[in-house]
């Protein structure tokens, strides 16, 4: 993955086991060989990394879906709410 807009638009990715006990995550990187034909770019070395904030969100939250302690907002499912009686009031 040599190649620069290949390497921006190429996200980590998060692959569960069949357990779901595992995730592993993966990061593109990109480089370029220490005799590269441009000298200004021999040796770089680009790798995304995961950020610890994003880990600790998946730790406390994202994580939980897959062990049945929360549920999605997209597979919430809501009692429907029925209107009340309308009230009178009198006023003196």
Known sequence: MNIGPT???T????TDNKDKT???VVAPYMSTPAD???PQVRGFHYCKLLNPSRALEWILIDSQYDRN???PFSQKVYKE?????AV???LI
């Open 81 to 85: 709410i029925k209107p009340r009686a």
């Open 11 to 14: 996200y980590l990715s998060f």
């Open 7 to 9: 390497f921006i638009w």
């Open 36 to 38: 590269y034909w441009e």
């Open 88 to 90: 009178k009031l009198n």
């Open 69 to 71: 302690g929360r549920t």
């Open 22 to 24: 595992e995730t592993t």
